[in-house]
């Protein structure tokens, strides 16, 4: 396996696990309050849309060329960063 793939397999499986936590965010904001609720769906759909975002980018990077995949890895870098911190940030928010 190169490094190449090796980067992208350990993004996927950290996206992969944020959108377990995602989920399990959800499944709680579901239980709670109405007046929690639209906070905790608010969160919700700002970590949806950083996940999507990130998982184009990992897109773009599986389908760019050798000279191409070191520019792209910045990108799913930033947006893989962003998803975590609001993983975390909405994560201690749920509890």
């Known amino acids: 396996m190169d ?3 090796a ?6 499986a950290q996206l992969e696990e944020w959108k377990a936590e995602i ?18 769906y608010k969160q919700i ?23 191409a995949w070191e520019d792209l890895k910045s990108g799913v870098e930033l947006a893989w960063e962003s998803l975590g911190e609001a993983v975390k940030s909405a994560n201690s928010r749920f509890k």
């Not at 759909?45 to 000279?67: I, R």
């Open 3 to 5: 490094m190449r793939e």
């Open 7 to 12: 980067y992208q397999r350990k993004i996927e």
């Open 45 to 67: 759909e700002d970590l949806q849309s950083k996940q999507k975002a990130a998982q184009e980018k990992l897109k773009g990077l599986k389908e760019a060329g050798e000279g």
């Open 23 to 40: 989920n399990r965010m959800k499944a709680k904001a579901d239980k709670a309050d109405a007046d929690v609720q639209v906070e905790y």
